[in-house]
C-alpha cells in the first residue's frame, strides 16, 4: 500500500474524479465532514455492506438483522448513558483558535513515544541480525524502558483524571508534556471543557418541554430496545445475535481525514445476547471472528492490528479496537465490546418493562450480558479504497492507476469492450453483455482506443474486461483480461459467466 501525506491526497481526488465521493452540497463550497457517494462510491459502499450482512446473519443461524428507526424516544438517550456521558474532552489553542481532542493530543505524544522505541528496536534488529532477542531487548534496553515508563504513567494519569472528570488534571497534562499545537506551534492552551456529540431536534408531536429528540449515536440502541420483539417473534435462544446497518450521527467537533471521521455516518452493528458469565468468552470468540472477516478480503495482515483499551466507555467491562494501517498511520476501524447488562439493565429501569430472558436450560430468567460488533462502513470504505489505490509503471514506460479492490466488492465485476463499433461488433458485446447483465453489474463502453478504455476500468477496479473482436465472429471467442496481471486468455463467449462467477464470487 502506498503511504503519506500526498498520497492520501491522490486518493481523494481519485475517489472525487473516478466517482467514488463526493464533498456534500459542493456548489454551495460543501458542508464539513459530511460525504455524498458517487455512483462508483454507492456500488462499492452497497457490496460492503452486502459481504458484512451476508458474513454476520446469512452465515449465522443465529444471528438476524433488523432497521430501526433513526429518531428514538429521547428517554433512551438518558438510559443509555449518552445524555450524560457521550461527551468529548475539547482544548483550544488561543493562537492558532484550532479546537482539539484533549485525548487525541495526548495519544499522539504517547503514539511518538511509541514510535521512537520501534526505531530503537528495528535499529538493534539490524545490528544483532539473527541472534536477536527483541522481548529482551524491550526488557532491558535503558531507553526503550524509560519511554515505556514514561508512556505507562501518562496513560494511567490520563485515565484516572478522565475517570475522575478531573478536566484541570487532563490540561496540566498536557502542559506538562509540553504539547504544542501543530499549526501554530504554541503551548498556550485554554481550559478542557466536556462537550456532547449528539445532535438534537425537534418533534412536533410530543408536549412542549419533551420535545427535544436526538439522531442517534449509534444504530445500537435500536438493536436493545427490540431486544424483546426480537427474542419473542423469532423464538431465539441464547447466545443470539441482532445485527443492524444504519445511519448515525455525532457532532464531531474535530472532524479530519476525509470519510474517517464524520457527522453523518453508516455503522454495521451486531448485538450478541449471551449468559451472564460467559461475556469474556464470547468476546474473545467475536474478536477473533471479526479479525477473520477483514482478512478474508486479502489485505495483507500487517495492515491490522488489535488495540486493547486502557480507558473503557461507561458500559463496557472490556473493549478492544480492530486497527487499520490508513496512509495516515494506525487508527480505529472496528469495535468490540464486552457491554455486560449495562444497556438492557438500564433500559428495563427506565422503561420499567422487563427485559429479561429465560434460560430452559439453566431454569433461570436473568438480564443478557451483551458484546457488540461495531464497524464504520465509511472507514472501511476508506480502510478499502486507500489499500486498493496503486500507481504503476507499466513495461513500456506508461503510468497506471489501478484499483485493486478485492473483485467481490468492486462496483462493477465485469466491462464488456467491443474492439470497434463497426464491422457488427457493437451488436455481438450488446449479446454478450445481455448474457451477463442479469447476473452481475456490468459497464459497457465503445467509445475511444481499447487501451483507454482499459485504464479507465482499471482506474475503478473493475475486475474483468471482456472485449469482442473480428475473431469472435468467427469462432464466438472472446478475451477475457484480468486487471490485476493485465493478463489476457480466450474463451468461449458462454464460458464467461461462469469464469467471472468463479473469480469474483464470495470465497468459501
Ligand atoms: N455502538 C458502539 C459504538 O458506536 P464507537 O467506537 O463509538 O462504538 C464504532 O463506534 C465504529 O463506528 C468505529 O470503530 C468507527 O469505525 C465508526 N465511527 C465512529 N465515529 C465515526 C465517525 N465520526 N465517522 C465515521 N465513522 C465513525
Redesign the pocket.
Known amino acids: 500500500m502506498l503511504k503519506g501525506d500526498d498520497v492520501f491526497k491522490k486518493i481523494i481526488g481519485h475517489a472525487k474524479e473516478y466517482g467514488f465521493i463526493f464533498q456534500s452540497s459542493e456548489i454551495y463550497d460543501g458542508l464539513s465532514a459530511v460525504y455524498d457517494y458517487g455512483q462508483n462510491g454507492s456500488a462499492l459502499k452497497n457490496n460492503i455492506k452486502d459481504y458484512w450482512w451476508k458474513s454476520m446473519v446469512q452465515f449465522h443461524e443465529n444471528i438476524v438483522g433488523i432497521d430501526s428507526a433513526i429518531f428514538m424516544h429521547p428517554t433512551v438517550w438518558k438510559a443509555s448513558g449518552h445524555v450524560d456521558a457521550f461527551n468529548d474532552p475539547l482544548i483550544d489553542n488561543k493562537d492558532s483558535k484550532k479546537r482539539y481532542r484533549a485525548d487525541v493530543l495526548i495519544e499522539d505524544h504517547v503514539a511518538k513515544l511509541e514510535e521512537k522505541i520501534n526505531k530503537e528496536v528495528q535499529k538493534a534488529a539490524k545490528r544483532f541480525g539473527e541472534s536477536f532477542d527483541e522481548k529482551m531487548f524491550r526488557e532491558t534496553n535503558p531507553r526503550v524502558v524509560a519511554n515505556r515508563e514514561k508512556i505507562d504513567g501518562i496513560m494511567k494519569r490520563f485515565v484516572s483524571s478522565l475517570e475522575a472528570e478531573d478536566l484541570k488534571d487532563v490540561k496540566a497534562l498536557i502542559e506538562e508534556l509540553e504539547i504544542a499545537c501543530p499549526v501554530s506551534g504554541s503551548k498556550n492552551w485554554t481550559d478542557v471543557r466536556q462537550f456532547n456529540l449528539m445532535f438534537s431536534t425537534q418533534m412536533g408531536s410530543l408536549s412542549e418541554d419533551t420535545n427535544q429528540i436526538f439522531l442517534r449515536p ?1 444504530t ?1 440502541q435500536g438493536i436493545f430496545v427490540n431486544y424483546l420483539n426480537v427474542q419473542k417473534t423469532g423464538r431465539m435462544k441464547i447466545p443470539f445475535g441482532i445485527a443492524q446497518i444504519g445511519k448515525a450521527f ?1 457532532n ?1 467537533i474535530v472532524a479530519r481525514q476525509f470519510i ?3 457527522r453523518e ?1 453508516e ?1 454495521m ?1 451486531m448485538q450478541f445476547f449471551v449468559r451472564p458469565g460467559e461475556e469474556k468468552q464470547w468476546y474473545e470468540y467475536w474478536k477473533e471472528n471479526r479479525m477473520k472477516w477483514h482478512k478474508s478480503l486479502g489485505m495483507p495482515d500487517d495492515v491490522y492490528r488489535f488495540h486493547d483499551h486502557d480507558k473503557l466507555a461507561h458500559y463496557a467491562n472490556a473493549a478492544a ?1 480492530i486497527e487499520f494501517e490508513f496512509p495516515f498511520g494506525f487508527k ?4 468490540i ?1 464486552s457491554r455486560t447488562d449495562f444497556d438492557l439493565g438500564a433500559h428495563q429501569k427506565f422503561s420499567g418493562k422487563k427485559l429479561q430472558y429465560f434460560d430452559p436450560e439453566t431454569n433461570e430468567s436473568y438480564v443478557p450480558y451483551v458484546v ?1 460488533t ?3 462502513l ?2 472501511m470504505f476508506l480502510a478499502i479504497l486507500s489499500h486498493a489505490y496503486n500507481e504503476e509503471t507499466l513495461d513500456d514506460g506508461s503510468q497506471r492507476v489501478v484499483m485493486n479492490l478485492p473483485p467481490m466488492l468492486a462496483p462493477y465485476k465485469v466491462a464488456v469492450l467491443p474492439l470497434m463499433k463497426k464491422d457488427g461488433l457493437a451488436e455481438k458485446a450488446r449479446e454478450v453483455m445481455d448474457n451477463l447483465k442479469y447476473d452481475f453489474m456490468c459497464a459497457y463502453e465503445e467509445k475511444d482506443a481499447i487501451g483507454r478504455r482499459y485504464r479507465r476500468q482499471d482506474a475503478i477496479g473493475t475486475p474483468y474486461c471482456i472485449t469482442i473482436d473480428h475473431q469472435t465472429l468467427e469462432d464466438n471467442t472472446v478475451t477475457i483480461r484480468e486487471r490485476d496481471t493485465m493478463q489476457q486468455e480466450r474463451i468461449h463467449k458462454d464460458e464467461v459467466k461462469r469464469v467471472v462467477m468463479e473469480r469474483t464470487g464470495y470465497k468459501r
Open positions: 449509534e445500537a455525532r464531531e474517517f471521521r464524520m455516518f455503522q452493528e479496537d480505529e476501524l472496528e469495535g465490546h457488540e461495531s464497524i464504520g465509511d472507514r
